[in-house]
Structures are given as C-alpha cells and as structure tokens.
C-alpha cells in the first residue's frame, strides 16, 4: 500500500508543466556551495543516532503505526 503510494506520488505522468515552472519561477534562494556538498553527503550513522534519540516519544512518525519508542528502544 505505501510502495504503491510513494511511486504514484514520485511518477513524472500528470504534471502540469505551466504550473512547475510558475513555481520554480519565484524560488529565488539557492543553496551555497557547501550545503549542495552537504546535501549529496551520504548520510552517516552519528547523524541518524541523534535524529532517533531526539524522536518525540509516545507519537509515530509514519503510517504504520510504529511508536518512536519502539524505534528508540531497538535502535541499538
């Protein structure tokens, strides 16, 4: 059901073309050269240790219903 979601969600059939450029028109802030590099950095296991230790317990973050105490007790 999520797979299915998430590849009609990222299809390129269906879009408006005069509205994406609309938009793209008034983006006016581009990123600096250092976070562009930052941003095509693999991501790194310290980095996803502070985001699961800073998760909200008691709530979930996606739609299958997984706690973020879950993900904090098993992280590890």
């Excluded at 969600?9 to 976070?35: D, H």
């Amino acid at each position: 059901m999520q797979r299915d979601f998430y590849q009609d969600l990222y299809t390129s059939q269906g879009i408006n073309e005069n509205a994406a450029s609309k938009l793209l028109e008034n983006i006016t802030v581009t990123l600096s050269e250092e976070e562009a590099n930052m941003c095509d950095n693999e991501i790194g296991v310290h980095e996803l240790d502070k985001v699961v230790k800073g998760l909200k317990s008691g709530s979930s973050p996606g739609i299958d219903g997984i706690s973020n105490t879950f993900y904090k007790q098993y992280w590890g």
